[in-house]
């Protein structure tokens, strides 16, 4: 399985500020995702993070609110923009390695004050 | 609408118990069924089912497929307090698209 790595951690923001979290793989991956996961919730897709391409959003979700950036096949970025307090959760980076089955970064847990 | 269903809930046991995790599921284009832990934040991979009858088994961890019936089971033996997570039930609808259910909490008393 892939190893993948998220920064930061972990993170306390100010509402109406934006927070840009990366996601790192150390292989090449066709498929990343990202997810959240609010409180005492299961996990929802954001968006499938495309390479070279717009990344495709889950109904609910938008890019100008969640702009995703792939610039190669190990690396992307998930930005939270304008937040708010119910922007508080977890948000995840996954990655798809051929085998039908999705490998899970450590995670970021942010609060939105 | 497709949907994925799991009890139950939570759950409590003592170490030494023997747990069974359920799954339901109602999901068109059905194409594998896949369990996870889930102990801080991220999910860890634990089975990937695609037939049914066919037992995974890691350690003392096992889980089975039936899709005749539309569930899958997560036998957990003997369990230990490092046992205590979410556990998380996903089936894959079209190319790495996922299903969650809600998870169910187990928790395993010394």
């Known amino acids: 399985s892939a190893v993948i790595s998220q920064k930061p951690s972990r993170d306390i923001c100010q509402r109406g500020t934006s927070l840009t979290i990366q996601c790192q793989v150390d292989?090449?991956?066709?498929?990343m995702f990202w997810y959240r996961q609010q409180p005492g919730q299961s996990l929802t897709l954001i968006a499938t993070?495309?390479?070279?391409?717009?990344?495709?959003?889950e109904s609910g979700f938008v890019i100008d609110k969640f702009p995703i950036s792939r610039p190669n096949l190990t690396f992307s970025t998930l930005t939270v923009s304008n937040m708010s307090p119910e922007d508080s959760s977890i948000y995840l980076c996954?990655?798809?390695?051929?085998?039908?089955?999705?490998?899970f970064g450590p995670g970021t847990r942010l609060l939105v004050l | 609408e497709d949907k994925v269903v799991q009890s139950p809930l939570s759950l409590v046991v003592h170490e030494g118990d023997t747990v069974t995790l359920n799954c339901s599921y109602e999901?068109?284009?059905?194409?594998?069924l896949l369990w996870y832990k889930q102990e801080k934040k991220a999910p860890t991979f634990l089975f990937m089912l695609?037939?049914s009858g066919i037992e995974k088994k890691s350690g003392r961890l096992s889980s089975i497929l039936d899709k005749k019936e539309l569930f899958s089971i997560l036998n957990i033996t003997a369990t230990q307090t490092g046992d205590s997570a979410v556990y998380l039930c996903?089936?894959?609808?079209?190319?790495?698209?996922?299903?969650w259910g809600a998870g169910t909490k187990l928790i395993i008393k010394p």
């Open positions: 695609t037939s």
């Open positions: 996903a089936v894959d609808y079209s190319n790495y698209q996922l299903i």
């Open positions: 996954s990655v798809g390695t051929g085998q039908e089955t999705q490998y």
């Open positions: 993070a495309n390479q070279g391409s717009e990344a495709t959003y």
């Open positions: 292989s090449q991956v066709t498929m």
């Open positions: 999901v068109t284009n059905f194409r594998s």
